[in-house]
């Protein structure tokens, strides 16, 4: 089995944008950020599964924190206990979630297990959230859900650039960088979510709403700039927050998304000044 080929295939074929900006990583980084994106949609995955009912994603969320919370020493890694918890569900479950093992494992053994907390917290938020209906009244809910799932992930990538290059993120900035990403989502999955009987607006909120949302926090992530490394700027936050802004901008607009052709452009144009 060639890990790393899965590793970047299952990558490309679950976000094209990550994947562009994560292939262009030292090698060590590359493929630890890679693994920790893919056990994070991994998980993602079950608490979004149209299939999965609500009592079954509370189950599997919750038992894939606590296999994460068991893990020993990389080298005792175990991927047999996440095949074991997705048995019953193997014909429904998307490839990138049936390998949550193969990626738990991936990571050098000095930052994995900064991984497996932030994937086992991940999951016991998204069980919670299932709990409850994903129930957002207000703007406080909002911000609670945004943390859970992008927000903390923007912390770990914090962690990941330490344990790489030693030097130190804002972290106000990659959490309000990572609720910015997914307020962008939410914008961009509304008619998806509300198909699913899921409503991420704040009672009272409207698209305009949802909208100066998203703009106040990638403007607040924006204004955090000049305090991250230019490495790690280039590397992990530029292709994200630029796509992210486009994006936002097309919605403004009333389209979809942003046309591959304006992806490639943005991405292009940002891969035009060298790294130092």
């Avoid at 204004?223 to 097309?250: C, M, N, R």
Wanted: aromatic fraction near 10%.
């Amino acid at each position: 089995m060639n890990t790393n080929h899965n590793l970047f295939r299952v990558l490309e074929e679950t976000s094209r944008t990550f994947y562009i900006p994560v292939t262009r990583l030292p090698d060590i980084l590359k493929e630890t950020v890679a693994a920790a994106y893919l056990c994070m949609r991994a998980i993602d995955e079950i608490e979004d599964h149209c299939g999965l009912d609500s009592a079954s994603k509370v189950q599997l969320l919750r038992r894939i924190s606590l296999i994460f919370q068991t893990q020993s020493p990389m080298e005792n890694c175990s991927m047999n206990e996440f095949s074991a918890a997705f048995r019953e569900h193997n014909s429904i479950l998307p490839e990138v979630t049936l390998r949550l093992g193969e990626w738990a494992c991936q990571p050098p053994a000095s930052i994995a297990p900064r991984i497996w907390d932030a994937a086992a917290a991940m999951a016991d938020r998204m069980a919670q959230w299932v709990s409850n209906k994903w129930r957002i009244q207000t703007q406080s809910d909002l911000d609670g859900y945004t943390f859970s799932v992008a927000g903390a992930v923007g912390l770990l990538l914090c962690d990941i650039w330490a344990w790489f290059d030693g030097s130190q993120i804002d972290r106000r900035f990659a959490i309000q960088f990572g609720r910015g990403l997914q307020a962008v989502n939410i914008l961009r999955n509304r008619e998806e979510d509300l198909k699913r009987n899921v409503d991420f607006f704040p009672a009272g909120w409207n698209h305009n709403h949802m909208l100066d949302y998203a703009n106040g926090l990638l403007l607040e992530a924006r204004s955090g700039i000049s305090q991250v490394p230019h490495q790690a700027y280039k590397f992990l936050v530029e292709i994200p927050l630029l796509l992210a802004e486009a994006t936002l901008e097309v919605i403004k607009s009333g389209e979809e998304k942003l046309s591959r052709a304006a992806v490639m452009q943005i991405v292009q144009q940002a891969y035009s000044e060298p790294l130092e």
